[in-house]
């Protein structure tokens, strides 16, 4: 045959195959307007088990495909099931409830580190004429708004080049606060130390994990000791308050001139386009009108492909992932909470569908806020 004989072929049957799969979602129809009838689940894991055995076993050579194949329209059938039901009420209600509005200003910030922080920053760009306050540890920022004692709390969640700020994460899935802004900020290292100082007289850097990774080539062309501190501008304050010749800071230009010191190379990260997200963090839910990135987590089912199938859901829903993250879950072996990121609004009624089934199937499932990005 040729390839325009062979395509004819493919066209007779997808003729075939369309009617047939219209006439499938009509029954899915009808088996949601039956198990409202019978106050069932719309997930019975039994039937699509034994379905999919049944489908592998009779595709012969393709049924790894056919797996996939039939894997969608079970999760396509559900979604309607869901829609159709009403699942996920508690969500749709939470999300429906919640007020428009921008990130306030004049509250009281919850911040990382100290004055010339790049969390500092990050927190002047999302909350311009806010009362900024300091903490030790990102778990103190999170404590500060469990205890009332901050409106909001700003943390960094990942850099370009150094990757996840994995601790943050693991707050992030303990807690479970509401994400209400975020921002993405160029991140500029420094290398700076008390006046004076030489740059073949140093011997140690200090600086937070994150900030150290992001300049490692710098630190290791030098040959020089990488000591771990709470926060890149407290690293300053240190290396100021000691005063010694043999250390210096790696922090941004504005915490070097915060505390007195003299900035010996500018620019030493890695990457030229190195940049670090940060979120900001509350009790109180709220989603910004211009809102267009959500936030969300869940742990899975102990069943094959159970990563895929979800994953699979966005996809259908047309939905672009920009972030997924795995965490153990504490006091439990080998089981992990999922973090996902998603562009898309939760006042588009397929994106809420899609939140609604996804709260009714999957364990540990939290809506964790619709907000606005900044650049």
């Known amino acids: 045959?040729?390839?325009?004989?062979?395509?004819?072929?493919?066209?007779?049957?997808?003729?075939?195959?369309?009617?047939?799969?219209?006439?499938?979602?009509?029954?899915?129809?009808?088996?949601?307007?039956?198990?409202?009838?019978?106050?069932?689940?719309?997930?019975?894991t039994k039937r699509e088990d034994e379905i999919l055995e049944s489908i592998v076993e009779k595709a012969d050579n393709h049924g790894d495909e056919a797996r996939v194949l039939y894997s969608t329209i079970l999760e396509i059938?559900?979604?309607?099931?869901?829609?159709?039901?009403?699942?996920?009420?508690?969500?749709?209600?939470?999300?429906?409830?919640?007020?428009f509005q921008s990130v306030t200003v004049g509250k009281n910030i919850a911040c990382p580190g100290v004055p010339g922080a790049f969390s500092h920053e990050a927190v002047q760009e999302l909350f311009p004429?806010?009362?900024?306050?300091?903490?030790?540890?990102?778990?103190?920022?999170?404590?500060?708004i469990e205890n009332g004692e901050a409106d909001f709390g700003l943390v960094p969640v990942e850099n370009s080049s150094a990757g996840s700020v994995s601790e943050v994460y693991d707050y992030i899935l303990n807690y479970r606060f509401y994400i209400v802004g975020?921002?993405?900020?160029?991140?500029?290292?420094?290398?700076?130390?008390?006046?004076?100082?030489?740059?073949?007289?140093?011997?140690?850097?200090?600086s937070h994990p994150q900030a150290l990774a992001q300049c490692s080539d710098f630190i290791s062309a030098n040959s020089?000791?990488?000591?771990?501190?709470?926060?890149?501008?407290?690293?300053?304050?240190?290396?100021?308050?000691?005063?010694?010749?043999?250390?210096?800071?790696?922090?941004?230009?504005v915490a070097a001139k915060e505390y007195g010191l003299q900035i010996l190379s500018e620019n030493i990260q890695n990457s030229s386009t190195n940049c670090t997200r940060f979120i900001a963090i509350s009790r109180a839910l709220f989603i910004p009108n211009d809102a267009q990135k959500i936030s969300l987590c869940f742990s899975l089912p102990h069943t094959?492909?159970?990563?895929?199938?979800?994953?699979?859901?966005?996809?259908?829903?047309?939905?672009?992932?920009?972030?997924?993250?795995?965490?153990?879950?504490?006091?439990?072996?080998?089981?992990?909470?999922?973090y996902l990121d998603f562009t898309g609004n939760v006042?588009?009624?397929?994106?809420?569908?899609?939140?609604?089934?996804?709260?009714?199937?999957?364990?540990?499932?939290?809506?964790?806020?619709n907000y606005k990005e900044q650049e």
């Not at 004989?5 to 009617?19: A, G, T, W």
């Not at 059938?77 to 009403?86: F, I, N, T, V």
Request: hydrophobic residues 40%; proline residues 3%.
């Open 1 to 44: 045959m040729t390839l325009e004989e062979i395509r004819n072929e493919i066209d007779k049957i997808d003729s075939q195959l369309l009617p047939l799969f219209i006439a499938r979602m009509h029954c899915a129809e009808q088996v949601a307007q039956v198990k409202s009838e019978q106050n069932l689940p719309v997930l019975n």
């Open 77 to 99: 059938s559900r979604a309607l099931q869901h829609k159709m039901l009403g699942g996920g009420s508690e969500i749709r209600s939470l999300v429906t409830g919640a007020p």
């Open 129 to 144: 004429d806010c009362d900024t306050r300091f903490y030790t540890t990102f778990h103190d920022v999170f404590k500060a």
């Open 182 to 206: 975020a921002a993405t900020l160029h991140i500029h290292h420094c290398l700076a130390a008390a006046q004076g100082t030489r740059i073949d007289d140093i011997q140690s850097v200090y």
């Open 224 to 253: 020089w000791d990488a000591l771990e501190y709470s926060n890149t501008a407290a690293a300053a304050k240190m290396v100021a308050q000691k005063a010694t010749c043999n250390i210096a800071a790696i922090c941004s230009k």
């Open 304 to 338: 094959t492909g159970s990563l895929y199938s979800v994953l699979a859901r966005f996809a259908m829903s047309g939905l672009n992932l920009t972030k997924i993250e795995s965490r153990p879950i504490l006091g439990k072996n080998f089981e992990y909470d999922f």
């Open 347 to 369: 006042h588009d009624p397929k994106t809420l569908d899609l939140l609604c089934a996804l709260y009714s199937e999957l364990p540990r499932f939290s809506f964790l806020g």
